[in-house]
């Protein structure tokens, strides 16, 4: 079975710029999360969907970034404009049950604002 | 204070060695815990749940104390291909299973 799937896998933008980072869960997984890493903060949860309707976004730092679900199979996570500071990785995460299940994590989006 | 708090290592350890970490977390209402592995520059991956009356999986025990709020993982006889960061996970169900992790603890397994 093809586990989560996050494109692209790296990212070189500058600042200023739109940047959209892309998720397809795995089938039959009804939530899905979006997780940043950083040396300095670790991951963080972002925002979570279940069944498509976000349900937590107090992690999304602020009005820059947003996330759509539009169907089950696919999410973005856009960040608008870009900035240095938002450069991590970007991990996808999927789970059957969100309360739960355990959550696999996509291979990750490795951002780079410059 | 952070919610998970776990000694960041490195731990640099020979083969063969048992190495245990601990992680402590803040809130009482979390009500499910895990250790997650992660190699470098890899996702995390699920390495094992943890439950009240302790568990193993061959070389691999968790331990959880919640009336100290406090999680062990023990690696016995250890191999080089241990060598990740092991992230400390807490589960708050009534907040929609919010996973919250700890900063992770780095391990090198040497020859």
């Known amino acids: 079975d093809a586990g989560v799937i996050q494109s692209p896998r790296h990212e070189v933008t500058e600042m200023g710029q739109e940047v959209t980072l892309r998720c397809k869960p795995i089938?039959?997984?009804?939530?899905l999360f979006w997780y940043r890493q950083t040396m300095m903060r670790g991951l963080e949860l972002l925002i979570y969907?279940?069944?498509?309707?976000?349900?937590?976004d107090s992690g999304m730092p602020e009005d820059r970034f947003s996330a759509k679900m539009p169907n089950a199979s696919f999410s973005t996570l856009k960040i608008q404009p870009s900035e240095p500071r938002d450069s991590a990785v970007y991990f996808c995460?999927?789970?059957?049950?969100?309360?739960?299940?355990?959550?696999?994590f996509g291979p990750g989006t490795r951002l780079t604002v410059l | 204070r952070k919610e998970v708090e776990q000694d960041p290592g490195p731990f640099n350890v020979p083969e063969g060695a048992t190495v245990a970490f601990n992680c402590t977390y803040s809130?009482?209402?979390?009500?499910?815990f895990f250790w997650y592995r992660q190699d470098c520059r890899k996702e995390p991956k699920l390495l094992m749940s943890?439950?009240?009356s302790g568990n193993e999986d061959g070389r691999f025990t968790a331990q959880l104390n919640r009336a100290s709020q406090y999680i062990s993982l023990l690696i016995r006889d250890s191999k080089l291909s241990d060598s990740a960061t092991y992230l400390c996970?807490?589960?708050?169900?009534?907040?929609?299973?919010?996973?919250?992790f700890g900063q992770g603890t780095e391990l090198s397994v040497k020859p």
């Open positions: 995460a999927s789970s059957s049950q969100a309360a739960t299940d355990t959550q696999y």
């Open positions: 089938s039959g997984h009804n939530s």
């Open positions: 969907f279940n069944n498509n309707v976000p349900i937590d």
């Open positions: 809130n009482s209402a979390s009500q499910s």
């Open positions: 943890v439950y009240s």
């Open positions: 996970v807490v589960n708050r169900y009534n907040q929609g299973g919010k996973l919250i």
